[in-house]
């Protein structure tokens, strides 16, 4: 097909995302991709002419600026693409206009693009620093299949590294919602997994420094084997941004938690778990 010899490497890595992570606004795929929103925006205007993607305008802020999802080209190339963020289990779209209109009306749609926004920012952020990247970004959808297991269902998983220093974390994205219980019983399975997988960190990222404040405060003497950290959302993740609740005074960078990849090094072979080897 003629138009996908048009698409660059930089777009096959946009739709790659697209597929993995439903949706990302025009500023984070600007930030994570461009050199400049200008730029941004006159080649998603031709990804979006030539149907590699598809777009909406962001209801979530009020803003006016245009989400994206992957297009009829776009789920051509990734025809595998996760389908529906409310419901896993759904049957596939009939089309991309199906997909999209899935997407728009999530209730999850604001959890979405909260939680991309901590990779987004991962992402920029080694592009402008030597010997940092940004190893894994998985989905809940992929995460929580990859560690089925432990019965986790994480927001999102990574692996980010400094230099030799590898640290995989699990993201809670908390938009102050639900209730401190329900949120500290969600740190059950993340305690299960760690009797045989990775011991990875779980980020807490929340909306205030009150709902952090109390959230060290229920985790305060609470024995846990995963290392549990808490941040805010508009503190950038790879700073001097986390809290841990075992040691809440100095605030750490996100390459600075402890981390243990577990006996298999799950890092780079999950598929000992999974039966899944992809690392994206």
Request: charged share 25%.
């Amino acid at each position: 097909m003629e138009h996908l010899r048009r698409l660059t490497l930089r777009d096959r890595q946009l739709l790659a995302w697209l597929a993995e992570h439903y949706v990302l606004s025009t500023d984070q795929i600007a930030e994570a991709l461009f050199t400049s929103r200008r730029s941004a925006r006159l080649r998603l205007a031709t990804l979006h002419g030539i149907e590699a993607v598809s777009r909406f305008v962001d209801i979530t802020t009020g803003d006016g600026q245009y989400l994206y999802a992957l297009g009829p080209l776009g789920m051509l190339v990734h025809p595998t693409a996760y389908n529906d963020p409310d419901r896993p289990d759904a049957r596939p779209p009939r089309s991309s206009i199906e997909r999209t209109e899935r997407i728009v009306g999530s209730r999850k749609l604001a959890h979405l693009l909260g939680t991309n926004q901590l990779f987004v920012d991962l992402v920029a952020h080694a592009r402008g620093h030597q010997d940092v990247r940004l190893a894994r970004w998985w989905s809940e959808q992929h995460a929580t299949a990859a560690y089925a297991i432990a019965g986790i269902r994480p927001d999102a998983h990574g692996v980010w590294c400094v230099g030799d220093r590898q640290v995989g974390f699990f993201l809670e994205h908390d938009n102050g919602t639900e209730s401190l219980a329900v949120v500290l019983r969600k740190l059950r399975g993340y305690e299960r997994l760690a009797q045989f997988g990775p011991r990875y960190p779980v980020l807490l990222r929340v909306p205030s420094r009150r709902r952090e404040a109390n959230l060290q405060r229920a985790l305060a003497g609470v024995p846990t084997v995963m290392p549990i950290a808490t941040g805010l959302h508009d503190e950038h993740p790879a700073g001097p941004a986390w809290a841990l609740a075992s040691d809440p005074g100095p605030r750490r960078l996100l390459h600075e938690l402890p981390s243990d990849h577990g006996p298999d090094h799950t890092a780079t072979n999950p598929h000992r778990y999974t039966g899944d080897a992809d690392i994206s």
